[in-house]
């Protein structure tokens, strides 16, 4: 006889008006369906959607050139900023590269400042693609800003001083990934982007209207995300999951082929990877340590090390 499974849970859209409405509610809400799923969706979120549509219309004339021209934006090192070519990133433990291509943009430093020595300067296609600097950075800016206050809702539910995070992320080392996942064919992989968890403090992502993208829940279900169209996705990335003991779950996550027909629609999404300052300690913080739940994480590690140790796993340093 064959056994009934519950459905999967469904991760409900959490509006962002209540951010100034009622902020203790709105931490507390957020805060719990992290703690539960590693995710979490945000409707309202009050980013404008035509500059969003603007971005992503300069992203995708910038997918559409040809290879050799978008090659021309590949760094010597992969991943670092500018175009990251279809075949290079690959998950952990994996022998299959995602299929994907992207775009990197991180964050403008002023002159002499310490982190130059290891975060590179923007590159931009402006001679072949007119106004990406100009949507592509404001967007940049609009998901930092909206991730700071995301973080003062995380700490108010950790029970932190509301800015907590702040000053840990004020140059961080985060990237901005312009992606774009070109039609599948119907004997190819059935993955477009193979299971893992984030690097990075917390994950902000626009564009995850068309499907795919799925969470495991703690069960081994994986559980699709489908967010109503302008919301925002967010998750927890291994920084945060480190820092507070586990307390929030990096979840893993993964991105699969869409049904047939939609298998000839190209996949654009627009993740924000924010990141801790460079020189950052990740020292697990004492209120998520208990008899319970011992430190998991004796020795501390700088923000950058870590970034660099996961980054040369994914082949992207």
């Not at 719990?32 to 219309?57: E, K, N």
């Not at 040809?66 to 175009?83: D, H, I, N, W």
């Amino acid at each position: 006889m064959s056994q009934a499974h519950a459905p999967a849970p469904a991760i409900e859209a959490l509006s962002f008006t209540g951010f100034d409405a009622d902020f203790d509610r709105f931490s507390q809400t957020l805060g719990g369906s992290f703690a539960r799923y590693g995710f979490a969706v945000i409707s309202d979120h009050g980013v404008p959607q035509p500059r969003i549509d603007a971005a992503l219309a300069a992203t995708k004339a910038f997918f559409a050139l040809p290879e050799a021209v978008k090659r021309k934006y590949k760094l010597p090192v992969s991943g670092a900023r500018g175009y990251t070519p279809f075949g290079i990133e690959t998950a952990k433990g994996e022998t299959h590269h995602d299929l994907k291509e992207f775009w990197h943009v991180g964050r403008d430093l002023p002159p002499a400042h310490p982190y130059r020595s290891h975060m590179a300067d923007n590159v931009w296609p402006d001679a072949e693609v007119a106004q990406f600097h100009e949507t592509v950075g404001w967007l940049y800016a609009a998901l930092d800003a909206m991730g700071l206050k995301v973080l003062e809702a995380i700490a108010v539910y950790l029970g932190l001083d509301r800015g907590f995070f702040l000053p840990t992320v004020d140059f961080g080392n985060s990237v901005l990934r312009l992606l774009h996942y070109p039609p599948v064919p119907f004997d190819g992989p059935e993955i477009r982007a193979a299971a893992h968890e984030d690097i990075n403090v917390i994950t902000l992502l626009l564009g995850a209207e068309e499907a795919g993208l799925e969470v495991k829940d703690h069960d081994g279900r994986w559980l699709p995300i489908n967010p109503p169209p302008g919301s925002l996705v967010c998750n927890i990335g291994d920084m945060l999951q480190r820092l507070t003991n586990h307390r929030l779950p990096s979840t893993t996550h993964r991105v699969v082929n869409p049904a047939p027909e939609r298998r000839g629609v190209p996949r654009y999404s627009t993740p924000f990877f924010l990141h801790f300052n460079s020189d950052y300690e990740i020292v697990t913080l004492p209120n998520c340590v208990d008899a319970a739940h011992p430190d998991r994480y004796p020795r501390s590690i700088t923000a950058d090390d870590f970034l660099q140790e996961r980054l040369r796993e994914i082949k992207l340093a």
